[in-house]
T-cell receptor, first 111, second 114 residues
Framework: GQQVMQIPQYQHVQEGEDFTTYCNSSTTLSNIQWYKQRPGGHPVFLIQLVKSGEVKKQKRLTFQFGEAKKNSSLHITATQTTDVGTYFC???????????FGKGTLLTVNP | EADIYQTPRYLVIGTGKKITLECSQTMGHDKMYWYQQDPGMELHLIHYSYGVNSTEKGDLSSESTVSRIRTEHFPLTLESARPSHTSQYLC?????????????FGAGTRLSVL
């Protein structure tokens, strides 16, 4: 079955430093989504990438989808304490609507 | 903000009890999902539904069952709870719109089986 690997599992940064999490799928994806889960909260949708090589930005967040549509990354520039949480990538293959979630990267930010 | 509700938020129960976790959404979404998530860990899909009277098992084997008699309601039932069922259960719903299939999550039910 489809597997989605995500690294690193944990990342601790000083406020103002950059942060990147990487996602790799064992199969080609039709699209990839990113979610953020605050401590004690539930996952909240951030963005969806569909096209090969796609790059999208949301303020300090930059999302990329690989040319082969098997990998993706999320980069945060100049982290803030409000960025704390677990970032999950979730891949979808084919025409179904199921998502396979990566294990997530827990980001902690030291003020 | 999405309108998807889960009850109860917290449940502590003894081994062998039958429990039902409720999930309701008022967005009219046709697709609904149940995930199991241990603290700080990944989400595992245990059940999903693409519409009324449609239910499928997810990627993670689960002893729970679900039903989808109404569009807005997707309850999950454990016939006989065991300590291994202790976890957080997250319900989500989605609808394909403008090429996006965003999943909206409820606040979750934290289940502890003693």
């Amino acid at each position: 079955g489809q597997q989605v690997m995500q690294i690193p599992q944990y990342q601790h940064v000083q406020e103002g430093e950059d942060f990147t999490t990487y996602c790799n799928s064992s199969t080609t994806l039709s699209n990839i989504q990113w979610y953020k889960q605050r401590p004690g909260g539930h996952p909240v949708f951030l963005i969806q990438l569909v096209k090969s090589g796609e790059v999208k930005k949301q303020k300090r967040l930059t999302f990329q989808f690989g040319e082969a549509k098997k990998n993706s990354s999320l980069h945060i520039t100049a982290t803030q304490t409000t960025d704390v949480g677990t970032y999950f990538c979730a891949g979808s293959g084919g025409s179904n609507y199921k998502l396979t979630f990566g294990k997530g990267t827990l980001l902690t930010v030291n003020p | 903000e999405a309108d998807i509700y889960q009850t109860p938020r917290y449940l502590v129960i003894g081994t062998g009890k039958k429990i039902t976790l409720e999930c309701s959404q008022t967005m009219g979404h046709d697709k609904m999902y149940w995930y199991q998530q241990d603290p700080g860990m990944e989400l595992h899909l245990i059940h999903y539904s693409y519409g009324v009277n449609s239910t499928e098992k997810g990627d993670l084997s689960s002893e729970s069952t679900v039903s989808r008699i109404r569009t807005e309601h997707f309850p999950l039932t454990l016939e006989s709870a065991r300590p291994s069922h202790t976890s957080q259960y997250l319900c989500a719903s989605s609808e394909l719109r403008a090429g996006l299939n965003i999943q909206y999550f409820g606040a979750g039910t934290r289940l502890s089986v003693l």
